[in-house]
């Protein structure tokens, strides 16, 4: 049986399905095109991340430092060129500082692209004391700050420059004196008077 069929229907449907391919042509394309793009930045991130390579320590710089080399302390820092800048505490770094018998105190500063400031602010030495170093022991000789606290043995050099003082009783180290700080005042008020400090380089604490 014959059956007769309208040609602008069929044209029509024929446009419908073209269309239809069409769109799920530009869908497929448009998935595959985010998939790889997505793919592409995250790749892109993984490298960048990968290739960026840890910040060391590259350079120490020391403020602050008169008797001490700045050598001796960046070794009393504990810090060394090539360590790991993430690695580093610079509070802990501070703590190892002020524990050197020299240093009454000090700040570390830490800047971009692995460089630290170290700043130190050293005792002042204003005179000499010979005292036991242990009851009945020989004698040792110390530097005295301004606050009558012994701290590090005397060099040499300060034999002539300081005043001396002497004890007959042990003196604990890094603690303040009285009798040591009225020697001091003793001291400052000889050298006033005299001009010179060689009078008072033997004073003796009670």
């Known amino acids: 049986r014959w059956v007769s069929v309208d ?3 069929v044209q029509r449907f024929a446009r419908w399905v073209s269309l239809r ?3 799920a042509a530009l869908f497929l394309l448009a998935l595959f095109t985010g998939t790889a793009m997505s793919q592409y930045v995250v790749a892109q991130i993984q ?3 990968s290739s960026e390579a840890p910040v060391r320590v590259r350079g120490l710089a020391v403020q602050g430092h008169e008797r001490l ?3 001796r302390v960046a070794a009393a820092s504990g810090l060394a060129p090539g360590m790991l800048a993430s690695e580093i505490d610079t509070a802990k770094v501070a703590a190892a500082l002020n524990a050197h ?3 009454r105190s000090a ?3 830490a800047l971009p692209h692995g460089k630290l400031i170290l700043r130190v602010e050293e005792r002042e ?3 000499i004391v010979r005292a036991p170093e242990v009851e009945g022991g020989g004698y040792v000789l110390r530097l005295v700050d301004t606050t009558g606290t012994p701290f590090a043995r005397a060099q040499a050099n300060d034999w002539s420059r300081l005043p001396r003082l002497r004890s007959a009783t042990v003196l604990p180290t890094d603690q303040a004196d009285p009798q040591l700080l009225s020697a001091l005042s003793l001291a400052a008020l000889i050298r006033q008077t005299n001009g010179s400090d060689r009078e008072a380089r033997e004073i003796e604490l009670p």
Request: without cysteine.
């Open 7 to 9: 040609p602008g229907r």
């Open 21 to 23: 391919q069409v769109l």
């Open 47 to 49: 490298g960048d991340a």
């Open 69 to 71: 080399s700045a050598s």
């Open 101 to 103: 018998e020299m240093i």
């Open 107 to 109: 700040t570390v500063a």
């Open 125 to 127: 030495p204003v005179a």
